[in-house]
C-alpha cells in the first residue's frame, strides 16, 4: 500500500470497543495521539481483515495508524 506524500504514521494504545468486518473497521477507545493531535477519544478506523480477525471487543490494544488528512487506517494492531 502506497502511502501518499502527506500521508505519516502513528502509534497508539487503547481498548477494542466494536468490530465490523462488513464495514472493514475496528473502532478503538484510544488514549492521545500525539502525532496526530488527537484528544483521547472513541473513533472507528479501517484495517485489512486479518487485522478485524486479530482482534475482539474488549482486548486492550497497541497499534499503528497511518494518518492522511483526518483520516487514520490500522495497519498493525497487537493485544497487550
Known amino acids: 500500500m ?4 502527506t500521508a505519516k504514521m502513528a502509534k497508539g494504545t487503547g481498548k477494542v ?7 472493514g473497521t ?4 484510544h488514549d492521545p495521539i500525539a502525532e496526530a493531535k488527537w484528544p483521547a477519544m472513541t473513533m ?3 484495517a485489512e481483515p ?6 475482539k ?9 497511518k494518518l492522511d488528512g483526518n ?9 497487550k
Do not use: H, Q, R, Y
Open 17 to 23: 470497543t466494536a468490530v465490523d468486518k462488513s464495514a
Open 44 to 46: 472507528a478506523f479501517k
Open 2 to 5: 502506497a502511502m501518499s506524500p
Open 26 to 29: 475496528i473502532t478503538l477507545d
Open 50 to 55: 486479518s487485522l478485524i480477525e486479530s482482534v
Open 57 to 65: 471487543v474488549g482486548d486492550e490494544v497497541n497499534f499503528d495508524i
Open 71 to 79: 483520516a487514520g487506517e490500522v495497519v498493525a494492531i497487537a493485544k
